[in-house]
């Protein structure tokens, strides 16, 4: 279990972190999602011993990062893939965290495989690797120790899409052993095929959270409808929200029983009903996190790449 309780971080004028609290759980992966500059990478500093917490509390099995026994072997973590001794080889970075850790040699050639590094790819150096199989080397270190948590920063950064597919399926894997992941991205598209959970953060305030299903609950209903000003009346009317998305097209916090019947009443024919899917939630995440986008992001649509 990861447990954060009241979590404030100030840097002079600025709040980082404000008053965050929130739980990651084992057997679950809780996607820690927000734009660039929201607090996830603070939050996680705090929650592993890299950055003291100008209040509240971050605790992992019960414990401060500091007070953990043999962390390595209970926390996994990866902030910064790049952040590895560019003039050793792969092999040696993860030979020099066995032997710091007292595991067995074997372990080493075990991971290089968990994490498909052949051979010629652990005698390279790492300056000499690309970001992707930094991430991959990461995430081998991380997993070493055979922890039980795994904090993972942006694990995804640089990973081609066989890469995240691996990744995702590594991570779905690992939880449903019984381990606890937290996992942050600026990206929902990244997290939201393998998060059970998800915990939202804007300028540094969590500003949603729930299971999958919860939020998708909140993302609402998508109705296809040409003539929408009656339908929309009408659920207002009814004390529901109601706004256009692109063509033809209604969201709303109705349910689409409740939608449809107010359609009928209203005369009103509908060509789709559906509740919310991964678009809608994406369109509640940018909603939710709007005033911390980029102001000279282009469009909506490309507001999480940009950000």
């Not at 057997?27 to 209040?55: E, W, Y």
């Not at 962390?71 to 590895?84: F, I, K, T």
């Amino acid at each position: 279990m990861i447990t954060i309780e009241n979590l404030t971080r100030r840097y002079g004028a600025l709040t980082a972190v404000d008053d965050v609290t929130f739980t990651a759980r084992p057997g679950r992966v809780t996607g820690f999602l927000g734009p660039n500059g929201a607090g996830k990478s603070t939050c996680m500093r705090v929650l592993v011993g890299l950055t003291p917490p100008s209040s509240g509390s971050a605790t992992v099995l019960g414990r401060r990062f500091a007070d953990l026994p043999d962390p390595g072997r209970e926390v996994g973590v990866l902030l910064d893939a790049s952040a590895q001794h560019a003039g050793r080889t792969g092999r040696e970075v993860l030979t020099l965290a066995q032997r710091t850790m007292g595991l067995p040699r074997a372990r080493v050639q075990e991971m290089l495989e968990l994490v498909s590094l052949s051979d010629e790819e652990a005698g390279r150096r790492v300056r000499h690797y690309s970001l992707g199989m930094r991430q991959r080397l990461g995430i081998a270190t991380a997993l070493l120790g055979d922890p039980q948590v795994l904090v993972l920063d942006e694990p995804a950064n640089g990973l081609d899409p066989a890469g995240i597919r691996w990744m995702r399926d590594l991570l779905r894997t690992y939880a449903d052993r019984g381990g606890t992941v937290l996992l942050s991205s600026h990206l929902l598209h990244e997290i939201e095929v393998v998060a059970d959970d998800l915990v939202v953060i804007g300028r540094g305030r969590i500003v949603a959270g729930g299971t999958k299903a919860e939020l998708l609950a909140r993302a609402g209903t998508h109705v296809g409808v040409r003539d929408r000003e009656p339908l929309a009346a009408a659920l207002t009317a009814a004390g529901h929200t109601a706004h256009p998305t692109g063509d033809d097209a209604l969201a709303t916090d109705a349910d689409p029983a409740i939608v449809g019947r107010l359609a009928l009443h209203a005369g009103v024919a509908l060509h789709e009903l559906r509740a919310a899917d991964g678009a809608g939630l994406e369109e509640m995440f940018l909603e939710l996190t709007a005033d911390t986008q980029r102001e000279t992001t282009p469009t909506r649509a490309g507001a999480g790449a940009a950000a």
